[in-house]
T-cell receptor, first 117, second 113 residues
Framework: AQKITQTQPGMFVQEKEAVTLDCTYDTSDQSYGLFWYKQPSSGEMIFLIYQGSYDEQNATEGRYSLNFQKARKSANLVISASQLGDSAMYFCAMRENLNTGGFKTIFGAGTRLFVKA | NAGVTQTPKFRILKIGQSMTLQCTQDMNHNYMYWYRQDPGMGLKLIYYSVGAGITDKGEVPNGYNVSRSTTEDFPLRLELAAPSQTSVYFC????????????FGPGTRLTVT
């Protein structure tokens, strides 16, 4: 069965510094995708970044980048130049293919990030 | 576009009561999903649908039912509410051809006492 592991329940980072949130995954599929979502205290789920298993380059979206190491089965999120508004829960997730076609998303337990002024 | 809307935002149920959580999307998406998020945890898939008339179970379907009579609507039914169903429920939708763009609703916070 596919699985997502986030080993950091909470992280602190100083404003304007970079931070890495860890994510490892387990799958036997050759084709898969990895996501990161942000959940602020207001509760909504915000899509941040996506990496396909066949993408050769690491995905980047503004201050977010995904450090994808396929052989190690890791997909860490790097946030550069942290801002106070980055304080939130962050979830790593993986696309699991369905027998009926399409996919569902498997979520990790999350990492709560605190950005200090 | 309103995106994905969910009603109600909050609800308190007594044990044994039933209710329906509503989810509507106006993006003509084929795929719709229901997740629950327990405190301090990630989301777990309850049910999903790949199109009108087609639904299937996710990881934690017990105690829930769904239907998908239209592309837009994907209601989640709780028949006999139990304290273990206290959670935040998220509905999401996705276009068949856009792998990573999954749109989430704002969530419904349900408490069963």
């Amino acid at each position: 069965a596919q699985k997502i592991t986030q080993t950091q329940p909470g992280m602190f980072v100083q404003e304007k510094e970079a931070v890495t949130l860890d994510c490892t995954y387990d799958t036997s599929d050759q084709s898969y995708g990895l996501f990161w979502y942000k959940q602020p205290s207001s509760g909504e789920m915000i899509f941040l970044i996506y990496q396909g298993s066949y993408d050769e380059q690491n995905a980047t979206e503004g201050r977010y980048s995904l450090n994808f190491q396929k052989a190690r089965k890791s997909a860490n999120l790097v946030i550069s130049a942290s801002q106070l508004g980055d304080s939130a829960m962050y979830f790593c997730a993986m696309r699991e293919n369905l027998n009926t076609g399409g996919f569902k998303t498997i979520f990790g337990a999350g990492t709560r990030l605190f950005v200090k002024a | 576009n309103a995106g994905v809307t969910q009603t109600p935002k909050f609800r308190i149920l007594k044990i044994g009561q039933s209710m329906t959580l509503q989810c509507t999307q106006d993006m003509n998406h084929n795929y719709m999903y229901w997740y629950r998020q327990d405190p301090g945890m990630g989301l777990k898939l309850i049910y999903y649908s790949v199109g009108a008339g087609i639904t299937d179970k996710g990881e934690v379907p017990n105690g829930y039912n769904v239907s998908r009579s239209t592309t837009e609507d994907f209601p989640l039914r709780l028949e006999l509410a139990a304290p273990s169903q206290t959670s935040v429920y998220f509905c999401a939708s996705r276009d068949r051809d856009r792998v990573y763009e999954q749109y989430f609703g704002p969530g419904t916070r349900l408490t069963v006492t």
